[in-house]
Protein backbone atom coordinates (compact mmCIF):
# COMPACT_ATOMS: atom_id res chain seq x y z
CA UNK A 1 0.00 0.00 0.00
CA UNK A 2 2.62 2.28 0.72
CA UNK A 3 4.72 1.62 -2.10
CA UNK A 4 1.73 2.05 -4.51
CA UNK A 5 1.01 5.58 -2.66
CA UNK A 6 4.64 6.63 -3.11
CA UNK A 7 4.27 5.92 -6.87
CA UNK A 8 0.96 7.72 -7.13
CA UNK A 9 2.60 10.98 -5.70
CA UNK A 10 5.97 10.37 -7.56
CA UNK A 11 3.53 10.42 -10.71
CA UNK A 12 1.52 13.56 -9.87
CA UNK A 13 4.98 15.19 -9.02
CA UNK A 14 6.22 14.16 -12.36
CA UNK A 15 3.13 15.83 -14.02
CA UNK A 16 3.10 18.55 -12.12
CA UNK A 17 6.93 19.24 -13.16
CA UNK A 18 6.36 18.60 -17.04
CA UNK A 19 2.96 21.23 -16.48
CA UNK A 20 5.99 23.81 -15.29
CA UNK A 21 8.19 22.98 -18.23
CA UNK A 22 5.60 24.17 -20.63
CA UNK A 23 5.90 27.26 -22.61
CA UNK A 24 2.21 28.35 -22.25
CA UNK A 25 2.50 28.07 -18.75
CA UNK A 26 5.79 29.62 -18.03
CA UNK A 27 7.39 31.44 -20.75
CA UNK A 28 10.43 31.88 -18.97
CA UNK A 29 11.66 28.35 -19.59
CA UNK A 30 13.23 28.17 -22.64
CA UNK A 31 11.89 25.26 -24.90
CA UNK A 32 13.74 25.69 -28.13
CA UNK A 33 16.87 24.05 -27.39
CA UNK A 34 19.49 25.45 -25.22
CA UNK A 35 20.36 28.80 -26.97
CA UNK A 36 16.80 29.92 -26.95
CA UNK A 37 16.77 33.65 -25.41
CA UNK A 38 13.70 35.01 -23.41
CA UNK A 39 13.56 38.85 -24.98
CA UNK A 40 13.03 41.04 -21.87
CA UNK A 41 11.75 44.92 -22.05
CA UNK A 42 12.27 46.54 -18.99
CA UNK A 43 11.18 50.31 -19.20
CA UNK A 44 12.90 53.01 -16.82
CA UNK A 45 12.29 56.25 -16.08
CA UNK A 46 14.79 56.99 -13.10
CA UNK A 47 12.41 56.97 -10.61
CA UNK A 48 14.00 54.63 -7.04
CA UNK A 49 10.89 52.11 -8.05
CA UNK A 50 12.48 51.20 -11.49
CA UNK A 51 15.78 49.75 -9.69
CA UNK A 52 13.13 47.01 -8.52
CA UNK A 53 12.18 45.73 -11.77
CA UNK A 54 16.29 46.06 -12.94
CA UNK A 55 17.21 44.11 -9.92
CA UNK A 56 14.60 41.45 -10.69
CA UNK A 57 15.65 40.98 -13.83
CA UNK A 58 19.34 40.64 -12.80
CA UNK A 59 18.22 37.85 -10.36
CA UNK A 60 16.90 35.67 -13.00
CA UNK A 61 19.86 36.06 -15.13
CA UNK A 62 21.92 35.10 -12.04
CA UNK A 63 19.58 31.87 -12.30
CA UNK A 64 21.10 31.04 -15.51
CA UNK A 65 18.42 32.01 -18.15
CA UNK A 66 19.99 32.76 -21.13
CA UNK A 67 18.63 36.36 -21.64
CA UNK A 68 18.50 39.25 -24.16
CA UNK A 69 17.32 42.69 -21.94
CA UNK A 70 15.97 45.71 -23.80
CA UNK A 71 16.17 49.22 -21.46
CA UNK A 72 13.47 51.16 -22.58
CA UNK A 73 13.49 55.27 -21.89
CA UNK A 74 10.23 57.04 -22.92
CA UNK A 75 10.65 60.43 -23.45
CA UNK A 76 7.50 63.33 -23.07
CA UNK A 77 7.19 64.95 -26.07
CA UNK A 78 7.16 68.57 -26.43
CA UNK A 79 4.63 70.35 -26.28
CA UNK A 80 3.63 72.18 -29.77
CA UNK A 81 3.59 75.83 -28.18
CA UNK A 82 7.59 75.33 -27.35
CA UNK A 83 7.82 72.93 -30.64
CA UNK A 84 7.49 75.15 -32.96
CA UNK A 85 10.41 77.31 -31.24
CA UNK A 86 13.08 74.15 -31.51
CA UNK A 87 14.26 72.61 -33.81
CA UNK A 88 14.15 69.01 -34.57
CA UNK A 89 17.98 68.26 -34.53
CA UNK A 90 17.63 70.14 -31.00
CA UNK A 91 14.58 68.32 -29.66
CA UNK A 92 15.78 64.89 -30.85
CA UNK A 93 19.70 65.91 -29.14
CA UNK A 94 17.61 66.64 -25.83
CA UNK A 95 15.51 63.51 -25.59
CA UNK A 96 18.58 61.35 -26.60
CA UNK A 97 20.55 63.01 -23.79
CA UNK A 98 17.95 62.79 -21.07
CA UNK A 99 17.43 59.45 -21.56
CA UNK A 100 21.50 59.00 -21.22
CA UNK A 101 21.11 60.54 -18.06
CA UNK A 102 18.22 58.42 -16.95
CA UNK A 103 19.84 55.02 -18.20
CA UNK A 104 23.28 55.64 -16.53
CA UNK A 105 22.69 53.86 -13.23
CA UNK A 106 20.55 51.06 -15.06
CA UNK A 107 23.62 50.43 -17.30
CA UNK A 108 25.78 49.93 -14.72
CA UNK A 109 23.81 47.96 -13.07
CA UNK A 110 23.53 45.45 -15.71
CA UNK A 111 27.28 46.11 -16.60
CA UNK A 112 27.98 44.60 -13.10
CA UNK A 113 26.64 41.49 -13.14
CA UNK A 114 27.41 40.83 -16.90
CA UNK A 115 23.87 40.99 -18.26
CA UNK A 116 23.91 41.96 -21.88
CA UNK A 117 21.23 44.37 -22.82
CA UNK A 118 20.18 46.69 -25.58
CA UNK A 119 19.56 50.55 -25.05
CA UNK A 120 16.67 52.06 -26.20
CA UNK A 121 15.37 55.98 -25.74
CA UNK A 122 12.05 57.40 -27.45
CA UNK A 123 9.52 59.61 -27.69
CA UNK A 124 5.80 59.66 -26.90
CA UNK A 125 3.24 58.29 -24.87
CA UNK A 126 4.68 56.00 -21.98
CA UNK A 127 2.19 52.67 -22.72
CA UNK A 128 1.55 52.97 -26.59
CA UNK A 129 5.40 52.79 -26.65
CA UNK A 130 6.16 50.57 -24.33
CA UNK A 131 3.75 48.11 -26.17
CA UNK A 132 5.16 49.44 -29.31
CA UNK A 133 8.39 48.28 -28.43
CA UNK A 134 7.70 44.99 -26.84
CA UNK A 135 5.63 44.20 -30.07
CA UNK A 136 8.84 45.17 -32.55
CA UNK A 137 11.48 43.86 -30.61
CA UNK A 138 9.49 40.36 -30.22
CA UNK A 139 9.74 40.00 -26.64
CA UNK A 140 8.52 37.54 -24.18
CA UNK A 141 7.80 39.59 -21.22
CA UNK A 142 7.84 43.41 -19.88
CA UNK A 143 9.00 43.68 -17.08
CA UNK A 144 7.65 47.18 -14.29
CA UNK A 145 7.53 48.24 -11.68
CA UNK A 146 4.96 49.86 -9.05
CA UNK A 147 4.83 51.72 -6.04
CA UNK A 148 2.66 50.25 -3.50
CA UNK A 149 0.10 52.20 -3.31
CA UNK A 150 -3.61 51.88 -1.97
CA UNK A 151 -6.40 50.60 -4.26
CA UNK A 152 -8.66 54.12 -4.11
CA UNK A 153 -5.45 55.86 -5.13
CA UNK A 154 -4.75 53.25 -8.00
CA UNK A 155 -8.51 53.83 -8.92
CA UNK A 156 -8.59 57.67 -9.79
CA UNK A 157 -5.36 57.72 -11.13
CA UNK A 158 -4.25 57.24 -14.93
CA UNK A 159 -1.93 54.43 -14.60
CA UNK A 160 1.00 53.58 -17.37
CA UNK A 161 0.83 50.30 -15.86
CA UNK A 162 -2.81 49.51 -16.38
CA UNK A 163 -2.87 50.82 -19.73
CA UNK A 164 -0.32 48.81 -20.57
CA UNK A 165 -1.76 46.12 -19.74
CA UNK A 166 -4.84 47.10 -21.72
CA UNK A 167 -2.72 47.66 -24.90
CA UNK A 168 -0.52 44.54 -24.83
CA UNK A 169 -0.57 40.68 -25.51
CA UNK A 170 3.02 40.21 -24.08
CA UNK A 171 3.10 38.77 -20.57
CA UNK A 172 3.68 41.74 -18.12
CA UNK A 173 5.48 41.04 -14.71
CA UNK A 174 4.92 43.90 -12.14
CA UNK A 175 7.52 44.09 -9.35
CA UNK A 176 6.31 46.05 -6.14
CA UNK A 177 8.75 49.06 -5.18
CA UNK A 178 8.49 50.62 -2.10
CA UNK A 179 5.56 52.88 -0.56
CA UNK A 180 5.02 55.83 -2.22
CA UNK A 181 4.92 59.05 0.46
CA UNK A 182 2.04 60.44 2.50
CA UNK A 183 1.24 63.02 0.31
CA UNK A 184 0.46 60.71 -2.62
CA UNK A 185 -1.06 58.36 0.20
CA UNK A 186 -3.43 61.00 1.33
CA UNK A 187 -3.46 64.13 -0.50
CA UNK A 188 -3.74 62.55 -3.76
CA UNK A 189 -7.03 60.67 -3.26
CA UNK A 190 -8.15 63.66 -1.02
CA UNK A 191 -7.80 65.98 -4.12
Excluded: W
Excluded at 23 to 30: D, L, S, Y
Excluded at 153 to 175: D, H, P, Y
Amino acid sequence: RLESRISARLAVLARQIEAERMPERNPIVATQGENAMLRVLVPVDGSPNTQHAVRHVIKDFMKCLPMEVHLLNVQAPFSMHIAQFVSKKNRDAYHRDEGEKVLRPFRQMLDRFGVPYTMHTEVGSKAVVITDAARRLRCDSIVMSTARKNSLSRMFEASVINRVLELTTVRVEMIVGDEVSRLERYGMPAG
